[in-house]
């Protein structure tokens, strides 16, 4: 056994914890939860943060339960949110279980033989629970006044609060109930906006079967400029990689700051205390060699999607960093090439006015229609003074005889200068 309170504390990863966690848990294998409401699709990197509370839990020797929130999802948790949430189909929730369950299978072992993880949804226990039998249940061991008191209720109290979200604290806390009966569950765990939840939930217990039950949750991860960790302009950074492309996925990480990247290297890592603390020493010495996030880019896009996807984003990195993007340009597939240029200008030609590609000046001014020059004199100044690249290789203007092998068939990189590019595409 592992002490998991401990390894939460030297990776940044505990806010609060109830009195008697820690020994509750050194005295044996227990069974902890987290909730996941199938709100989307996807889990995103936010969700990962704290699903590996449960992957750090079972590596700790418990056992860790997954809840996919089939029918909280239908309700929807006003914590950490200042408007009512929309409500999604059945359809689309019993979809996107499914979706969310597929990925946690890929962090948690289901198969181990001393503690396996356990998947449950508590669609199957509310279905059939009727709404007197509920208030019966369960509406009556909170008082409204315990329930007014938890933030996630009072920073809602001006602009306005439905009983239907107000009441998800109630559903979370039967959520903890059924698990603490039938499981045998003694620990939730959560983000630091799920105090109140939790709570409420032990306190639930409490008054309805008198077991002990504990909570431990760690802080929310936000940027430097106390903004949403994992929001770009384009949305959040999610783990499917038809919402979010592993190359996306992989550059993220790799451009995250040096502050930030201390911290996500020990919320999602998986290397011991003295690997971390090696490769933080080695990224102080050289921070311009940006050890620390060049090794989260690499684990998590491997956790995440897979060693072949890895290898296919930092192939499409060497394009515009690497040492022999030419090399690298030859392994691309068509979809991540489109990605590394997504935003680039691009210009369409037709494929007979290749045959001009031997005249260069021509083909990069008159035959793109000005887009990259203005003019064939523009042209050749830049040619000559070596500012032009095509496919990533320098222009030598003596050299040049047209000949030139396309990207995918159709694809041409022109390069002016360091960081002037456009796509020039062949129909």
């Excluded at 669609?123 to 509406?139: C, S």
Aim: aromatic letters at 10%; a negative charge.
């Amino acid at each position: 056994m592992k002490n998991f309170i401990e390894e939460l504390k030297w990776r940044g990863m505990l806010t609060d914890v109830m009195p008697g966690t820690e020994e509750h848990l050194l005295k044996g294998p227990a069974v902890g939860y987290v909730g996941f409401d199938p709100t989307a699709p996807s889990l995103h990197i936010g969700s990962l943060a704290t699903l590996m509370f449960l992957v750090h839990f079972q590596r700790s020797g418990h056992i860790p339960v997954a809840l996919v929130g089939g029918a909280t999802g239908m309700i929807g948790d006003p914590s950490g949110k200042s408007v009512e949430r929309k409500f999604l189909t059945e359809e689309q929730l019993r979809f996107n279980e499914e979706e969310v369950l597929k990925q946690l299978k890929k962090f948690l072992d289901f198969d181990a033989k001393e503690n396996p993880a356990i998947a449950v949804n508590n669609y199957d226990w509310f279905k059939g629970v009727g709404y007197i039998e509920f208030l019966r249940e369960a509406g009556k061991l909170i008082t409204v006044n315990y329930m007014m008191a938890k933030d996630s209720v009072k920073t809602r109290m001006e602009t306005g609060i439905s009983y239907t979200e107000f009441s998800y604290q109630l559903m979370q806390g039967y959520d903890f109930h059924v698990l603490n009966q039938k499981r045998n569950c003694t620990v939730q765990m959560g983000g630091s906006d799920q105090w109140g939840n939790i709570v409420t939930g032990s306190e639930f217990i409490r008054r309805k079967s008198g077991n002990d039950v504990y909570g431990v949750v760690g802080p929310l991860l936000t940027k430097s400029d106390g903004s949403k960790f994992g929001k770009t302009e384009e949305g959040n950074i999610w783990l499917d990689p038809e919402m979010t492309s592993p190359y996306k996925f992989y550059q993220f990480f790799l451009n995250v700051s040096d502050d930030e990247s201390k911290t996500l290297i020990r919320r999602y890592s998986l290397m011991n205390r003295e690997e971390i603390l090696e490769l933080e020493k080695e990224h102080d010495q050289n921070p311009q060699n940006r050890a620390i996030q060049k090794s989260l880019a690499e684990e998590l896009t491997e956790r995440v999607h897979s060693k072949k996807d890895l290898e296919s984003s930092i192939s499409a990195s060497q394009i515009l960093f690497g040492k022999d993007p030419k090399a690298a340009l030859k392994k691309i597939d068509e979809k991540t090439f489109l990605e590394v240029f997504d935003g680039v200008p691009k210009v369409s030609i037709s494929r007979s006015s290749l045959e001009i590609l031997q005249d260069l000046p021509e083909f990069l001014s008159e035959t793109t229609q000005g887009e990259i020059f203005s003019s064939k004199g523009e042209a050749k100044r830049m040619i000559k003074a070596g500012g032009v690249s095509i496919n990533r290789e320098k222009v030598n203007a003596a050299e040049w005889n047209g000949n030139c092998e396309l990207i995918q068939d159709k694809y041409l990189i022109v390069q002016k200068g360091k960081k002037n590019y456009h796509l020039v595409e062949v129909s």
